[in-house]
């Protein structure tokens, strides 16, 4: 009997194993062919100062477009794409892309005060990845100041000292680097202050139904304080109600981002969100 289940959940356990085993190669064959048709494609989500009710930036999201499923969302492809190096490409064309939307904006006379691209600790691997930024923002002849890098504290803790250096060198460019999903990370409050980035983002697990619940309420005023001790600007992420604005608002908590707002565009379909919501060349 033992025996007779012990076979079956062997190959219960083998068929899973190949079944995402093909879901990877299936992942990485449409990541290539995405890249090489240039269908890899930035949507761009408006990050709003809660005060005025105005954009303030744009944050670049990855999307890929898969020819028998349409576009698929980051949480399916990144992983593969840091597996195989392929992020390196990735990464750069959504940097490209984010660039010369913001651009286009700015020409458009609507003067955000920047865009924000997640980078991935992979990224941060390469050496050449300060000077190919640079070159990019000289492509399209933008000033560092309006690039901001997002940065997950969790990646960052495989391999810290080198990744530290690269984010500084980044910072000495003048490129801004934020501090992605706080909160949900391991690293110590020490660790926060010598973390060379000048913004945090708020994970949207501690925004999710903040104005009713009493935890959440204890967590996001302890990053508040953290943050603000640390003299770091803070956006809250993921904002769905009017009420969770609302409860952000009473808390001065300076930038918003989420559904209630409007979700991630394709840059044409962004150009009307700026024209509805407004802009505001930052505070
Ligand atoms: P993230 O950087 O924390 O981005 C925020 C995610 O929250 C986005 O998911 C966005 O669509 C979603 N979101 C925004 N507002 C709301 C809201 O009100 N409610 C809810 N439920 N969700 C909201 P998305 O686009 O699926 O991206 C997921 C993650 O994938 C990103 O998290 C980021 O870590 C990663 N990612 C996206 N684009 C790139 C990229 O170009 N490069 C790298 N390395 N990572 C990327
Ligand atoms: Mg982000
Ligand atoms: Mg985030
Ligand atoms: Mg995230």
Redesign the pocket.
């Known amino acids: 009997e033992a025996k007779k289940a012990g076979g079956s959940q062997y190959r219960f356990f083998s068929r899973g194993l190949s079944e995402a085993t093909a879901e990877r190669f299936f992942v990485e064959k449409g990541i290539r062919r995405a890249l090489d048709n240039g269908t890899v494609q930035?949507?761009f989500?408006p990050i709003l100062d809660l005060a005025r009710g105005r954009i303030v930036g744009a944050?670049?999201?990855?999307?890929c477009w898969f020819s028998d499923e349409g576009w698929i969302?980051?949480?399916r492809f990144?992983p593969v794409?840091?597996e195989t190096g392929l992020?390196h490409e990735?990464?750069e064309q959504?940097?490209d892309q984010a660039c010369a939307a913001f651009r286009t904006w700015w020409d458009n006379g609507f003067l955000l005060e920047r865009v924000a691209?997640?980078?991935?600790p992979?990224?941060l691997d390469s050496e050449s990845l300060p000077d190919r930024i640079q070159a990019i923002l000289d492509h399209h002849d933008l000033a560092p100041c309006h690039l901001e890098l997002?940065v997950?504290e969790e990646a960052l803790l495989r391999d810290e000292s080198a990744h530290l250096h690269q984010l500084r060198r980044l910072q000495g460019m003048g490129v801004a680097i934020a501090l992605?999903?706080f909160g949900t990370g391991f690293s110590s409050p020490a660790y926060l202050k010598r973390f060379p980035a000048s913004r945090m983002?708020i994970?949207?697990t501690f925004?999710?139904g903040i104005d009713a619940d009493p935890d959440n309420q204890t967590i996001l005023q302890s990053l508040l304080v953290l943050a603000d001790g640390f003299g770091f600007r803070v956006t809250a992420?993921?904002?769905?109600t009017q009420a969770e604005a609302d409860y952000l608002a009473d808390l001065f908590c300076q930038e918003v981002?989420?559904?209630?707002f409007a979700?991630?565009q394709a840059p044409q379909d962004f150009q009307r969100t700026l024209q509805r919501i407004g802009t505001s060349p930052g505070s």
């Not at 944050?59 to 999307?63: I, S, T, V």
């Not at 691209?117 to 991935?120: G, I, T």
């Open positions: 930035a949507y989500q944050e670049a999201l990855a999307r969302p980051p949480g990144i794409a840091e992020i990735l990464g959504i940097l691209v997640n980078l991935s992979i990224q997002e997950t992605d999903d983002k994970d949207r925004i999710n992420e993921g904002v769905e981002q989420g559904f209630l979700r991630p």
